[in-house]
């Protein structure tokens, strides 16, 4: 299973956006980006430049590497509506993804980590592959054995002080328990993201 071992300071600082909560740091210290040329005066970037830096960002944002992004972007396209909103609905709906927004991990790539060891359960079953889509009637639990590990508890009691969960889906902190209720909606993704610049780019 391919993924990027780029330190995640520098990919946020390149990105200019927080990729992971251990990036605020290197955010706030250096905000430009990395390299012997990063504070220097860069000229204007192309159209084409500013697309490919989005789709960079979103692809690291979700963790995807770029042939299965790109499937993501031909499913976007080919359905009904609209591309871009089409393109976040199915990245939101990753069961790693699914996994953060619950709250059950600090970040993406925690939430990545937690699947693929398998502590998570869908509909009851074991799964342990971070982009299984999820559906709108799905239940996603921790197993049973997970439930009473310390970082599960602790995730417990984060959830419960006041952890916010988008309205597309419910979550029950004491069972460890969430379901989807319905489908992601743009205001749901994070508003930084310019995802028509994307679907403009695989365009060209």
């Known amino acids: 299973m391919a993924r990027n071992l780029t330190p995640i300071a520098k990919l946020s600082r390149r990105e200019g ?3 992971h909560p251990k990036a605020v740091k290197a955010l706030t210290r250096r905000n430009y980006p990395p390299g012997q040329h ?4 860069r000229p204007k970037l ?3 430049a500013i697309q490919l830096r989005e789709k960079q960002k979103v692809k690291r944002l979700y963790g995807v590497m770029e042939k299965q992004f790109r499937r993501y972007v031909t499913e976007a396209i080919r359905r009904d509506g609209i591309s871009g909103v089409n393109l976040l609905g199915l990245l939101e709906l990753r069961l790693d993804n699914v996994v953060y927004r619950l709250g ?7 939430a990545r980590q937690l699947v693929s060891h ?3 359960r869908l509909n009851g079953k074991k799964i ?6 999820v559906k709108v009637g ?4 921790v197993k049973e054995s997970s439930i009473k590990n310390t970082y599960f508890v602790a995730r417990a009691e984060e959830i419960k002080s006041g952890t ?3 309205s597309w889906l419910s979550f029950d902190a004491k069972k460890l328990k969430g379901s989807v209720t319905g489908k992601p909606l743009r205001e749901d993704s994070d508003d930084f993201i310019e995802e028509q610049l994307i679907i403009e780019y695989y365009s060209r």
């Open 46 to 48: 192309s159209d084409y």
């Open 104 to 110: 059950l991990a600090p970040s993406r790539q925690g």
């Open 38 to 41: 990063g504070q220097a005066r």
């Open 17 to 19: 956006v927080q990729l």
């Open 138 to 141: 799905d239940e996603i639990t």
């Open 118 to 120: 398998a502590h998570i």
């Open 128 to 133: 342990d592959v971070p982009s299984a889509a």
């Open 164 to 166: 916010e969960t988008p």
